[in-house]
């Protein structure tokens, strides 16, 4: 018997809008225009129904949105991908599991990214970089968001698999394939991009299942400081001593690289493009740097000196979210603003529309680090108006590892190289399946003092 809150939730409306054509519905256009949502907004408001990935899905705009979705976890909602999606991740997989298991296994791949391991991650991080840095300076000019994507995926195999990429470049190919595949349509015909990645999936976790079976047979010693994540994840154990079985691990390392490369390239990417576009800005940074005195590597210490270098990327952040949202599918009944979200219906809730509300961010077009210091410190204002990573109980698990990414790049960028946008190219940004310019961000590079 339908209690009578449910009853008068379902009296309620449905939020305004359009479901498209039969079973696509709006997922063309979705993929396709850049300003899908911006549109939307703009005839509906905050809140509106479409049909993507044959779904029926309402589109939450807000922080308020944010935090009725996020407080909802495991209530009136639980983990929604597309079908492309949690079908490439696999089962296994943490951005698909969901309740109890989701929280046990959640607190296991965390061991990977906790402060001890973090920063036994920086000398390789710094090392890598410095060399990535001096080959795109021998090239002088170049298209950088490949190269980019190049060196991520280096870090991210080094770091969460402990395998070099320059031994197996089918490894990068698969990869590639793999992702090509993650926002399709899931049709599974010979010639469409799903059924390739399907295969290129399969390559893949044959690849990992071979180095992690071979770290079996010569496991890392516990106390080395070259570990990596697949290491800890070996020896990692839950609080019933439960490890991770080796079909779960294959599904859990493809996830991290995912996220350990593809958000990672397009957040430096962002950073790089927006630096050369506010030179003031840039100047700032450099100015930063010079005051902090660093003789020999780059270490934790100097990091946690360089507070304008964290403002400016937490602004890259808010200015271009890699992530531009998430999936979350009713599980009950509930209603938001006045409207009735009803059971099984999907929910998006949007990352980039939440950063430029203007009532959080004072102009918030404006790329303006000076946003986030002590004294204005905007995204305080209210819970979940940032939500670069997510938030709530599903918030990105390699937050930590990101960020020290990101700003061991930009430090040692900023102190030894300088780099200029070539003029003429499209800068427009394509949004699936992370942002990036459309011509590739062809870039001038030198080191400093070198004319």
Known sequence: MKTQETKSQNQLPLPPGNLGLPVIGETISFLNDP?????????????????????ATIMMIGADANRFLFSGENQNFTIKWPESVSVLLGPASLSIQTGSIHQTRRKLLSQAFQPRALAS????MVEITNSYLQQWANLGQLTWYPELRNYTFDVACKLLVGTDTTNDPHFTELFEEWVQGLFTLPIRLPWTRFSKALKSRDQLLAKIEEIILQR?????????????????????????????????LKDQILTLLFAGHETLTSALASF??????NPEILAAARKEQQQIICTGELTSEHLKQMTYLDQILKEVLRVIPPVGGGF?????DCKFNGYHIPQGWSVLYQIGKTHQDTTIYKDAKNFDPERFNTDRAEDKSKPFSYVSFGGGMRECIGKEFAKLEMKIFAALLLRGYEWELVAGQNLDLEIVPTPKPRDGLKVIFRSIGVK
């Open 35 to 55: 300003d899908f949502a911006t549109k939307r907004q703009k005839k509906y408001g905050n809140i509106f129904k479409t049909n993507i990935f044959g779904s």
């Open 121 to 124: 991650y920086t000398p390789a």
């Open 216 to 248: 079996q047979r010569q496991p890392i010693l516990a106390t080395s400081s070259e570990q990596d994540a697949l290491g800890l994840l070996l020896n990692a154990t839950d609080e019933d001593g439960n490890s991770l079985s080796i079909e779960e």
């Open 272 to 277: 790089c493009l927006l630096l050369a576009q």
């Open 328 to 332: 979350r599918e009713v599980i009950q």
